[in-house]
């Protein structure tokens, strides 16, 4: 879920193309935006941030966040659990209603989670050993064309029009907070399969069961209504949003001065001007960002040239003088104040891993290795461009290794087709369970794009959700930690921090924490309260 589980920013103006506000003067309007896009619309195939944060607006599952900040039941009245922790059985709300007027059902349950398997998307692995551990998801996704027998062995069983059962092949102790991920939300299957290819691509399109009813979209701006079909006692008192995609920071920062948007993310050096201000949120964020190596990469495959490379870079330095103090140093793959123990302990507490900074050393591991050669490296990036290029200013000093920076669109789907030494990589975990900035490292999942492989580390994430009491999992987690750290599969660099302008007419924004760190920015707008 790359996850990183989930920050974006919003921008909008007062008028969206076809249509103006000028007749919802008495609405309760909130205007957002982002420098993002969104790529679909449909939960099945959502792999991006912004995609996720607008599904959330107008889909829902059977858990999310409510406005204590906890995972608890959204459209699921009841979840009962078999004694042995692998058979759950969840009834869906009698009120839950698709905005056509449909029930929800455990029909639209069992299409949506068939239907993301059998297309392979982006996010069907939570489905297997690396999510929920549901019963034959495993081989269904190692098949690159699922067949409709396959399908019919996952074991998610319809028992009434509003009760279906799920069997795992292991207990999983995170359980309801996987399950508030868009890939489990239910999809009203007669309405999907009569839009065919069409579904999610227009509002005709497309239907909601949550807070809002999607009203107009173009190619960077939409509209959500509220859902008067909806019932949530808890909700806020938004009943319009406007949003814009593909804004600039510059631009989100003179319409938010203007009174024309009320909430957008800003980069460090902007924020600096609002520093003093009421209006500047600063939030510390689980999101690590990596310098990832490909280990198929004839130079990359040495462990002295990895080790060399992470000893170039002098990351007190990074943070104190390039991010100015708002990030902080990493000790490890999994980031600080995270995953407690029984004893109220984090993993970085217990594990720390010290990433020293010394040319010299660096330059000797590089003479073993490359003798007198000298070599260039492509290092490719998307975002934090401030790091990139520290690193290669770091990294050229070694003399034997040069980098060359390749900016890129999109970080993610770069790497699933491109061949690639480094790449500056970021992940945000979606549940408060520090074993998923692992699995992003077990052989064959669909994220490792270093392509990293030790039959130890496998063994040792695979032993994590498997019933295990929270002290056995603790360790776990720390051993399979140490194996990459030893195997330098990834080169930690910064935990970021992220900041953002919220307008003072917002009273109270909903938000989702994650670990000890909350995550400021929502993933729905479910909760939020404007004067």
């Known amino acids: 879920m790359k996850i990183n589980k989930l920050i974006i920013s919003v921008l909008c103006f007062l008028t969206l193309t076809g249509c103006t506000v000028k007749n919802d003067s008495s609405k309760k309007i909130l205007r957002i935006a ?52 692998l058979t759950h059985t969840f009834t869906i709300k009698k009120s839950a209603k698709w905005s056509n007027g449909d029930d929800v059902t455990a029909d639209d349950f069992i299409y949506a989670w068939k239907r993301a398997l059998y297309l392979h998307t982006p996010n069907s692995y939570y489905f297997t050993s690396a999510g929920i551990h549901l019963k034959g998801a495993n081989e269904i996704y190692q098949e690159s064309h699922p067949s409709i027998e396959s399908l019919n062995q996952l074991a998610i069983k319809k028992i009434t029009s509003k009760k279906f059962r799920i069997t795992l092949t292991e207990k999983v102790n995170e359980l309801s907070y996987l399950l508030s991920f868009p890939v489990f939300y239910p999809i009203n299957h007669k309405f999907a399969q009569s839009c065919g290819s069409n579904y999610t691509t227009q509002p ?32 806020g008192n938004v009943e319009k949003i406007l949003f814009t995609m593909n804004q600039s920071s510059s631009q989100s920062i003179n319409q938010f001065k203007q009174n024309k948007i009320d909430y957008t993310q800003i980069d460090l ?42 000893l170039a870079i002098n990351r007190n330095h990074l943070v104190e003088n390039v991010l100015d103090g708002n990030a902080y140093v990493a000790t490890g793959i999994i980031p600080l104040n995270y995953n407690y123990n029984k004893s109220n302990r984090p993993i970085r507490s217990v594990n720390e891993h010290n ?37 290669k200013k770091s990294i050229d000093k070694t ?27 970021s992940f945000k975990p979606s549940v408060n369970n520090s074993v998923e900035f692992l699995n992003y490292l077990k052989d064959g999942f669909g994220y490792n794009y270093g392509h990293y492989y030790n039959k130890q580390f496998d063994s040792l994430v695979s032993l994590h959700d498997t019933g295990f009491d929270e002290d056995e999992r603790f360790y776990i ?3 399979a930690e140490n194996q990459a750290v030893e195997d330098m599969a990834l080169i930690p660099l910064v935990q970021t921090q992220n900041f953002y302008l919220m307008s003072t007419k917002i009273q109270t924004m909903g938000d989702n924490s994650i670990g000890h760190y909350t995550t400021f920015v929502p993933d729905n707008f479910t909760y939020t309260i404007i004067k």
């Open 204 to 235: 005709q399109y497309l239907l909601s069961n949550s807070m809002y009813v999607l009203k107009n979209v173009s190619k960077n701006k939409l509209i959500l209504d509220h859902n008067k079909k909806y019932i949530n006692k808890d909700a």
């Open 269 to 310: 050096k902007q924020a600096k001007s609002f520093k003093k201000k009421d209006v500047l949120i600063k939030t510390d964020e689980n999101s690590m960002v990596y310098l990832t190596p490909n280990f198929n990469n004839t130079y990359l495959k040495d462990k002295n040239i990895r080790k060399a490379i992470s």
């Open 477 to 479: 987690t720390i051993a």
């Open 34 to 85: 982002t420098d993002k896009t969104i790529k679909t619309l449909d939960s099945s195939k959502a792999n991006d941030d912004t995609s996720y944060t607008v599904i959330r607006m107008f889909t829902e599952g059977l858990y999310d966040f409510n406005r204590s900040h906890e995972i608890s039941k959204r459209i699921a009245s009841k979840h009962s659990v078999s004694s042995d922790g």
């Open 399 to 425: 003399k034997l290794l040069k980098i060359r920076l390749k900016k890129v669109s999109d970080i993610d789907e770069y790497l699933k087709t491109h061949d690639f030494a480094l790449a500056l990589t």
């Open 355 to 391: 990433y020293s900074y010394s040319i010299k050393e660096s330059k000797k591991l590089l003479k073993k290795s490359l003798k007198k050669n000298k070599i260039t490296l492509e290092l490719v990036y998307s975002n934090n461009s401030q790091i990139a290029h520290y690193l």
